[in-house]
């Protein structure tokens, strides 16, 4: 508003000035012998038209200023001019208070932007983009580590992470979701794919969510074996307790009723003693695999692969009848540090060494293992033990893992699934695969 009076007031002094030398002129053109007269009215009201045409066309131009500012961006332009006249000092104080607020609020979208963008590069779930062209390409850091194998941008180029998955990204409809395996570097995933649509650049762009979901599964269905175990051996053990309490009562009585000459009284004092040692067995075996019902407490640093491989070995060389069994141990590269509890992880590859022993001993005249331990993308660990024993059935390599199952005459069914609780706690896997020499393969990724 204070420009606006000082600039009405500074146009309408100039109209007048302009106004009275037109007058001015006209009266010197009627009166005779007035020709300095006529000259200097004449270049009065030339020099004040000047002054109003410079008056109105310099508020055009400090306007067009701050417009060209916006249009190219130029946010760091200036417009005030102290001292100026007629509320120019105004209009350029307004001008500057309007490319002030044009900048922060730059700097505050270019803010939220960058919140915006690093929020879903480290988001936790894989993002993928498909244009209407068809090209895929990967959003953030979950996507780029997951899909790391392939070359080029097509639904095709991604066949390296299974078909059923690559015809999915091509095909998927924005609002659906779905569940399939995919092939990962730490072996077949389970994944939930879920398809969302964006306007990018006047077209519509379908945002690809894929989040891999078998860690999560295989954590529920250890907790629900252990919520199991944990209630079948409370129950056991509240019915067995008083039944041993009782037999070993029993035993004592019948040791001091049995003087030697009842044959009867023998056979019954034997039968209760066994009855109180089967009892004392089913309480120590009941106990025993409540052991697994407890998760594992992880103690995770760094430590050099090839030492832990050589303690390993020499572990497995000190046990009883192990020295006709080849043993090869192999660590790529040689200065490789793994990201582990070193003592969970020794007691689960030294019980994989021992079963392949057992496996490859039985099968094979020259029986031999192996323990390979390689470093793998994003810093992580892959360890393979194998053997050239008969291997382990297609229909059995699920069930291998689960608590009290066991294939050996003499096994108790814990070694697989303790070691199966060790990597998830690692938020790893173990898998069982076929070697090379026909045996069996396992592979810890962590």
Not at 254 to 274: F, H, K, S, Y
Not at 358 to 376: Q, V
Not at 390 to 398: D, M, S
Not at 405 to 420: A, Q
Request: glycine share 8%; net charge negative.
């Amino acid at each position: 508003m204070g420009f606006d009076r000082h600039y009405a007031l500074g146009l309408a002094l100039r109209l007048l000035l302009v106004l009275a030398c037109l007058a001015a002129l006209a009266w010197s053109l009627l009166t005779p012998g007035l020709g300095a007269v006529r000259i200097l009215c004449a270049a009065g009201a030339a020099v004040s038209a000047m002054a109003l045409w410079s008056h109105v066309r310099r508020a055009n131009h400090e306007v067009a200023r701050f417009v060209e500012a916006i249009q190219f961006g130029d946010l760091q332009a200036r417009f005030a001019r102290p001292g100026s006249d007629s509320g120019f000092d105004i209009l350029g104080d307004a001008l500057d208070r309007g490319i002030r607020k044009l900048r922060d609020d730059r700097v505050r979208l270019q803010e939220a932007s960058r919140f915006y963008e690093a929020l879903a590069d480290d988001a936790p779930t894989a993002l993928l983009t498909v244009d209407p062209e068809g090209r895929i390409e990967p959003v953030n850091k979950a996507a780029r580590k997951l899909f790391n194998r392939h070359v080029g941008v097509r639904p095709d180029d991604y066949a390296c992470y299974g078909g059923h998955f690559a015809a999915t990204l091509g095909a998927l409809e924005p609002g659906r979701s779905q569940t399939m395996l995919i092939e990962t570097d730490i072996g077949p995933q389970r994944v939930l794919i879920r398809c969302g649509s964006l306007t990018r650049l006047g077209g519509a762009t379908r945002v690809i969510a894929v989040q891999v979901i078998q860690q999560a599964l295989n954590a529920v269905e250890v907790a629900a074996q252990s919520d199991l175990i944990r209630v079948l051996t409370h129950e056991i053990m509240n019915s067995m307790t008083p039944v041993t309490s009782l037999a070993r009562t029993a035993s004592d009585l019948m040791e001091q009723a049995d003087d030697g000459g009842n044959a009867l009284i023998a056979d019954a004092r034997a039968a209760v003693d066994t009855l109180a040692r089967r009892a004392d067995g089913v309480m120590h075996f009941v106990e025993t695999y409540r052991t697994i019902t407890r998760p594992p407490q992880v103690d995770r640093r760094l430590f050099a692969a090839r030492p832990f491989a050589d303690e390993l070995a020499k572990l497995f060389s000190a046990d009883i009848d192990r020295s006709s069994i080849r043993l090869d141990v192999s660590v790529s590269p040689a200065d490789h540090r793994i990201d582990a509890d070193p003592d969970l992880l020794a007691q689960v590859v030294i019980n994989l060494l021992r079963n392949a022993a057992d496996a490859a001993e039985c099968h094979r005249d020259n029986p031999e293992i192996s323990l390979g331990i390689t470093a793998i993308s994003a810093g992580r660990t892959r360890i393979e033990v194998a053997d050239n024993g008969p291997g382990v059935p297609e229909a059995l390599r699920h069930d291998i893992f689960l608590p009290f199952f066991t294939t050996k005459k003499t096994g108790n069914g814990i070694g697989l699934s303790f070691g199966r609780q060790v990597l998830l706690a690692h938020d790893g896997s173990i898998e069982i695969d076929a070697a090379p020499s026909g045996g069996a393969l396992f592979r810890l990724t962590l």
